[in-house]
């Protein structure tokens, strides 16, 4: 009897994990000159990381300053960093001038009517938010929010994605994590 339960309990986790688990989404939206903008042609040089952002989040702004360093150090060796705004009609003239007095070289793209965020598990008034996406279209990690230092993990999930080892993870001298043993009797 114990074991069922337990088995019926682990299989409802997992459900819920499923049911819970981002999957990809290709999508086309405008960049700041109107071209349209599809991710799938970045997804072919490697992984994407897309951070939804807007002109009156503070921390979005300090996010973007972070990733523009990211984004210079790895974009050479395939990865892609897309800002994807999201203020409203009345805010986007702004942005363009904001990008571009910041000497920002990132990809910005504009997504007005909050889709893609949405499509993502993120909410417009829940920002910053980022999703790191495998060039396999694979969601590897998902942020919420954004503090100064956050930018080291989002960098070792980057280099990871790429196939790298940053510093600061251990080589392959440490063991895989295992579960612990469940006594089922």
Do not use: R
Request: aromatic residues 10%.
């Amino acid at each position: 009897m114990k074991k069922t339960i337990l088995l019926t309990f682990l299989i409802l986790i997992a459900m819920t994990g499923l049911l819970n688990a981002q999957i990809y989404y290709d999508f086309t939206l405008p960049d700041l000159e109107n071209n349209d903008i599809k991710l799938s042609t970045y997804l072919e040089k490697g992984p994407v990381l897309m951070g939804f952002w807007a002109l009156w989040c503070t921390p979005c702004k300090e996010e973007l300053k972070k990733l523009q360093v990211i984004y210079d150090k790895y974009k050479d060796k395939g990865f892609t960093y897309i800002a994807i705004n999201q203020d409203n009609q009345k805010s986007i003239s702004k942005v363009k001038s904001y990008i571009t007095s910041q000497d920002y070289s990132f990809v910005v793209l504009l997504d007005i009517d909050k889709k893609v965020i949405e499509a993502y598990g993120g909410k417009p008034d829940e920002i910053p938010y980022s999703v790191l996406i495998s060039k396999d279209k694979e969601i590897l990690a998902t942020h919420l929010g954004f503090k100064t230092g956050d930018e080291s993990k989002i960098e070792a999930e980057i280099t990871s994605a790429l196939g790298e080892s940053t510093e600061c993870e251990p080589k392959s001298e440490t063991k895989p994590e295992t579960q612990p043993d469940i006594n089922l009797d």
